[in-house]
């Protein structure tokens, strides 16, 4: 047989295929040896991206401490999806306590191994949004701030979606939600609200902090693996599409999430003990516009008629981002339709 | 109980009045533990507040033959001990003083000065004391701090726990040189108040004015 | 060894020789010398391994022991007052899991107004919260129920939690017996969890339950309290054994025998009961103590037992349900439910207020006497209270009632200086 040279991105999506690589290059997810912690039958739904973040990121976990990993969660949908009476998805030791205290918890798991000598067991801690930046934030900055032996990860869906699509201090400005209702002369969420909780963890300098998306699982299960190749407080925030309160098409969750990166709404980047170490370039800049326009969310920006004003202001946010985060290449920077 | 140790009152209450910073809890803990180095039953407590330096406080002391099992604050003391004088005109510190009780005072003014003359003279002349205890813990310990050395005059005075028992008492509290030095203190200010009540003894009847005189101990 | 020792570091030593493997603290007064006192040791490595771990809160102390003990870990932990109501969601949850963590209530009444002395409003807060609730008498039953609560919590899966009240016990300086390691070691096997996260053995713990079976896992814990009722005894008979001398039971009975008048209570307030007791004896009046040691499960057959034969209860308690009346009151009735015995409820001690043997006897006096309101606040300043209601019911803004009782007994207290001076 002969070998030609493999071209990636061959789908104009800029993922690269499994089957183009190499086993050992290969994501813990294609392996069929993969330990499955959130196996099948959950009740989560179609599209979700939280499902998907935390069956990677888990996996890998899973992967990078030979199978020894202790999960615990916040109340949320993750936790309602996978523990319906009477069942578990969970195939991993997994606890649920409450809603705002899954740092803590994680904080007295990582206790009790290192009491017992077993700090080759690692814990995992989960929440969504609300559950990290909200009603758990004092307990996560607790953690961070002891420097315990814990990953905590955010599944970012931007707003509390399992009591029905509220607002959190997650939730983007202009964003249609329950509690930010598209009415009135400024409809949507306000600006000048919310909280970047990957920098909070960085000021708290803790080891690790990375950001990811479901679109890049590479990406996603390297940083796993890398923030469990180290001790102490490491932080994953991992932007997770909720088709049901995004308004999105459950079939386009992965792709809204590469949108969300490749517009710079949402930077995908690394940082070790407070300093940035690493940025996932834009590979195409695209306008804002097409990330919105996927989701019913933003669909009073685009209807009746557009509202210019505040498209434009969500694009500065891009390109402060881009600025702030370096996140063009230079010569990529030239050619981006807004940056000329 | 040791053989030289009498309770002049059973149960036997003390009210401790300082301020915040001077050891009043820690000096109503220290006479508790001597008294139960004498085989007697003791409890102590402070009168619970915001802690802040400076301010008043009140710690309490029992002492029994018995098991003490009340919880209330002492409000009919038998002893007062006033670790800071300058609390006697802001405060009630005398209040439901016990008559047949003690009363030591920690100043090197004499009580006509202080102005408690006529108070003082509704009881027993050897009940009554001031001791220079803040100049007698100056000299042994270079701090202000009578607490313990005040204890030993308490000692001296009422009989009701020993010296030795005292000087156990702030060694099991403290260590190293803080301990020897605050029994050194102690044992000075047991001696001086030895002295004293022999003054007051043979002056039977007078009014004695020795505490100024005497702050060689 | 017996000691002339604070509360707080007796109960301290207590607990460090149950071999705690995870201690979280949050300062809260009077808690606080109980766990600065667990650092020390943990520190100098008397108490080893343990980990002793500075939390940022409440809520985060009861979710460290929440999430160390699921992990097989020896959990304990202590708060009071404010702080207690701050942890109250993983109170109910740490119970709710069946997770044997125990902890050390230094009871403190809870603001409005803000108060940082004793009485049992934390507690009674919680008291349907599914822990255990035991009740020290002294400093040394405090004590020995830290050590009793580490056995009970274990057998049953449960947690419990140790009510000693806020400076009156915690910072009083007492005999206390301290027992030695080898008896702790003797009466309190290694913690084996009924249930633990483990990579070998993988559970979902925390899972969500609906309406198809939530009432029988409630139910369960009712069952389990009701197991615990029944172990308490046995539990109590094994410690004097190894101890040398009696703790712990469901209740306490004093001069019971042909007692018309029982005084039922909880915590540091029996001493003073007895002792006004005793002098009532003296007097020939026929008055007993009834002191409830378990207050959860509440024992409603012993109570039932030893005051069925009283003409007339006195229970005196130190919180109450506003609106209701007493608390533990309520409890007593319900275990008298079968018979007619005269009842009466006593607040007293609210926040502090000394206790007085004066104002005890004097109150049992109008009892015997059947001049008791079926409900009395102890000591309670009627005419303050009077001049309140007052100002209220004249001006719509009368303003904060705190700031205004205040302003109102130091004016009453000038006035009085005036007229005697």
């Given amino acids: 047989m002969t070998f030609q040279p493999i071209k990636f991105y061959q789908t104009g999506s800029f993922v690269v295929g499994n089957r183009l690589l190499g086993e050992n290059l290969r994501t813990v997810q294609s392996d069929i040896a993969r330990s499955d912690s959130l196996t099948l039958g959950h009740r989560a739904c179609q599209g979700c991206g939280e499902a998907l973040g935390a069956r990677y990121a888990l996996d890998a976990a899973m992967r990078a401490t030979g199978n020894k990993i202790l999960a615990t969660n916040a109340t949320g949908c993750l936790e309602v999806f996978t523990t319906p009476y009477p069942e578990t998805s969970w195939q991993i030791p997994w606890l649920h306590s409450v809603f705002g205290n899954t740092a803590a918890v994680a904080t007295g798991m990582a206790a009790a191994l290192r009491v017992k000598g077993r700090e080759d067991i690692r814990v995992v801690a989960q929440a969504g949004d609300g559950g990290t930046e909200d009603i758990g934030f004092g307990c996560l900055s607790g953690m961070f701030e002891r420097n315990d032996d ?39 969420n306000v600006f000048g609200q919310g909280k970047n909780l990957p920098q909070i963890a960085m000021a708290h300098e803790i080891p690790y902090v990375a950001t990811a998306t479901v679109a890049e699982l590479h990406d996603l299960e390297a940083k796993v693996e890398k923030a469990m190749s180290m001790r102490g407080a490491r932080y994953l925030h991992i932007l997770v599409p909720c088709p049901l309160g995004w308004g999105s098409d459950p079939s386009a969750t992965i792709k809204i999430a590469r949108l969300a990166k490749e517009t710079g709404l949402f930077p995908v980047f690394e940082a070790e003990s407070g300093e940035v170490t690493g940025v996932s370039k834009i590979r195409h800049r695209l306008p804002v516009e097409s990330y919105l326009s996927e989701q019913r969310r933003y669909a009073h920006l685009f209807k009746p008629v557009e509202n210019r004003e505040v498209l434009d202001r969500i694009q500065a946010m891009a390109d402060r981002n881009v600025r702030r985060f370096g996140l063009l290449e230079e010569e990529v920077a030239n050619n981006t339709p807004r940056e000329q | 109980m040791g ?30 533990v001597a008294a139960f180095l004498e085989g007697l039953h003791a409890q102590a407590f402070p009168s619970f507040g915001s802690e802040r330096m400076g301010a008043p406080v009140v710690a309490f002391c029992r002492i029994s033959t018995r098991t003490i099992r009340t919880r209330e604050p002492i409000s009919a003391p038998d002893a007062l001990i006033i670790q800071d004088v300058t609390l006697i005109h802001q405060l009630d510190v005398f209040s439901g003083v016990n ?45 202000p701090v009578a607490n313990a050395v005040l204890l030993a005059g308490f000692a001296a005075m009422s009989n009701a726990v020993s010296l030795g028992s005292v000087s156990e008492a702030i060694k099991r509290r403290f260590s190293g040189i803080t301990a020897d030095k605050n029994v050194a203190a102690a044992e000075s200010a047991f001696n001086f108040v030895m002295k004293e009540l022999e003054g007051s003894r043979s002056l039977s009847g007078v009014y004695h004015e020795g505490a100024k005189d005497s702050s060689d101990a | 060894m017996l000691e002339q020792i604070e509360g707080s570091r007796a ?22 010398h109980i766990v600065e006192a667990l650092g020390v040791l943990v520190k100098t490595g008397e108490l080893s391994p343990c980990e002793f771990i500075n939390v940022e809160s409440e809520f985060a102390a009861m979710s460290v022991a929440i999430g160390a003990s699921a992990t097989g870990g020896r959990a304990y932990t202590a708060t009071a007052s404010q702080g207690l109501l701050f942890m109250i969601e993983a109170i109910y949850n740490a119970a709710g899991l069946g997770l044997p963590i125990v902890m050390t209530l230094a009871n403190r009444a809870i603001g409005a107004p803000i108060n940082i002395w004793n009485d049992h409003s934390d507690a009674m807060a919680v008291r349907d919260s599914g822990w255990i609730q035991l009740f020290a008498e002294t400093n040394q039953d405090a004590v020995d129920l830290h050590i009793q609560a580490f056995r009970l919590a274990e057998e049953i899966s449960m947690p419990v939690m140790v009510c000693m009240d806020g400076f009156i016990l915690t910072h009083a300086v007492e005999e206390v017996d301290t027992p030695s390691q080898g008896q702790v070691d003797a009466f309190l096997p290694k913690f084996v969890p009924r249930q633990v996260l483990d990579v070998d053995d ?84 026929k008055v007993g103590v009834l002191g409830i040691t378990t207050f959860r499960p509440f024992p409603l057959e012993e109570v039932y ?13 130190k919180a109450f349900a506003v609106g209701m ?38 109150l049992l006096e109008d009892a ?27 001006s719509k803004r009368s303003g904060p009632t705190a700031e205004n009782l205040i302003r109102d007994a130091q004016l009453k207290k000038f006035s009085r200086t005036q007229r005697d001076g």
Avoid: W
């Fill in chain 1, 150 to 188: 814990v990953l905590f990860i955010c599944y970012d869906n931007q707003a509390y979606m399992n009591t029905g699509v509220q607002r959190s201090g997650a939730t983007p400005p202009a964003v249609r939600t329950a509690t930010t209702e598209a009415v009135g002369s400024h409809p949507g």
């Fill in chain 2, 3 to 32: 053989k030289d140790v009498r309770l002049l009152f059973d149960p036997f209450g003390i009210r401790i009045h300082g301020r915040g910073g001077q050891g009043v809890v820690t000096a109503a803990e220290l006479l508790s």
């Fill in chain 3, 11 to 32: 109960v301290a030593k207590a607990v460090a020789l149950c071999r705690p493997e995870v201690v979280c603290a949050y300062p809260i007064s009077p808690q606080t």
């Fill in chain 3, 325 to 362: 009346g007493g608390i533990l009151a309520t409890d007593v009735a319900t275990s008298l439910n079968r018979v007619r015995i005269d009842q009466y409820s006593v607040i007293a001690g609210l926040g502090g207020r000394a206790i007085t043997k004066a104002s005890v006897r004097s």
């Fill in chain 3, 202 to 285: 993988p559970v979902s713990i925390g899972a969500m339950v609906g309406p198809e079976a939530f009432s029988e896992v409630r139910y369960l814990a009712h069952a389990k309290q009701l197991q615990a009722k029944e172990k308490i005894p046995g539990i109590s008979r094994e410690f004097e054994l190894i101890f040398g001398h009696p703790a712990g039971g469901l209740v306490n009975g004093y001069r019971l025998e042909n007692a018309d008048t029982v005084v039922v209570a909880m915590g540091s307030l029996l001493g003073t009961i007895k002792d006004a007791v005793d002098d009532l004896a003296e007097e020939g009046k």
């Fill in chain 2, 99 to 143: 008559p047949f009780g003690y009363v030591l005072i920690n100043t090197s003014r004499t009580f006509d000065e202080l102005g408690l003359g006529e108070f003082i003279e509704r009881f027993d002349r050897t009940h009554v004391l001031t001791v220079p205890a803040t100049e007698i813990a100056l000299e042994h310990l270079g701090r």
């Fill in chain 3, 368 to 394: 015997i006497d059947d001049r008791l309101e079926p409900l009395t606040f102890l000591d309670l300043d009627h005419e303050l209270v009077e001049r309140e209601i007052t100002r209220m019911r004249e």
């Fill in chain 3, 305 to 317: 037992a030893y005051l069925s034969e009283a003409r007339r209860v006195v229970t005196i308690e």
